[in-house]
């Protein structure tokens, strides 16, 4: 990639996320016409996060340590906002049809008072942040959590009789690096063995980051064992 392709690359990100952040503060704080100190507490705080964010991704090879700390706090806030951005829009969404449902009906639009305005704000508002606050502590618990094990059986036609029952474990996504470290990695391997596979496919990504960084990290995959052979794409 040269070096044009990457800046141009980076400003799209940084343009697409700084809509997704000014959209989602534009309606949880300047809409919701909260208090000054509260105001500039929040917009300072959605500043810093925002930039978090290219920070976390761009130091990642050069600060390996810094990224691997501030990952947990970036990419958290990364789903939390894309999260909250789609429940605004769908909350929005259906707010505008109602309003074309009355165009289309020829009703007025009842009168709403600017108090009100701002109650309904922070209601919508507070109800997508809950959202996707909910949904993005779930998506944690899980990737972090127990393995989900998912057996899917197939079936072929023509397949000898002697591979009926050959079982395949495969291992996708990993991204050992920021927030998956060697405890993970041999909680995979040793979940992975428990099952007594055939053949184990990784079928990547192995890593975020150099792989001399994370060498350590991603060394407990040496130990998957299967009778026919461990086989991987990067």
């Known amino acids: 990639m040269d070096v044009v392709t990457a800046i141009l690359r980076l400003l799209l990100s940084l343009t697409v996320s700084g809509g997704i952040h000014y959209f989602v503060w534009r309606r949880l704080v300047k809409r919701a016409a909260l208090p000054r100190l509260w105001h500039r507490g929040i917009t300072l705080a959605f500043l810093v ?8 991704t761009m130091l990642r090879n050069d600060a390996p340590a810094f990224s691997t700390n501030a990952g947990w706090v970036a990419y958290p806030w990364m789903a939390l906002v894309a999260l909250t951005f789609v429940a605004l829009l769908i909350i929005d969404l259906v707010r505008l049809l109602i309003w074309s449902g009355r165009k289309v009906a020829n009703k007025p639009a009842p009168a709403v008072s600017e108090s ?4 309904l704000a922070r209601v919508t508002g507070g109800a997508a942040l809950t959202v996707g606050g909910t949904s993005m502590a779930r998506g944690m618990l899980e990737a972090r959590g127990t393995h989900e094990i998912v057996d899917v059986e197939i079936y072929l036609a ?9 079982t395949i474990v495969q291992l996708t996504d990993l991204h050992v690096g920021l927030t998956i470290d060697r405890v ?18 990784l079928t990547g990504d192995f890593v975020d980051g150099k792989v001399e960084d ?4 991603i060394a407990p995959l040496s130990q998957l064992r299967a009778k026919h052979g461990i086989y991987a794409v990067t």
């Open 158 to 166: 023509k397949l000898p009789a002697s591979l009926d029952g050959f």
């Open 214 to 217: 994370l060498r350590a990290d």
């Open 184 to 201: 993970f990695v041999q909680r995979v391997v040793d979940r992975a063995n428990a099952l007594s596979p055939d053949l184990i496919a």
């Open 116 to 119: 009100r305005r701002v109650f």
């Open 49 to 56: 996060l925002y930039l978090s964010i290219p920070l976390t």
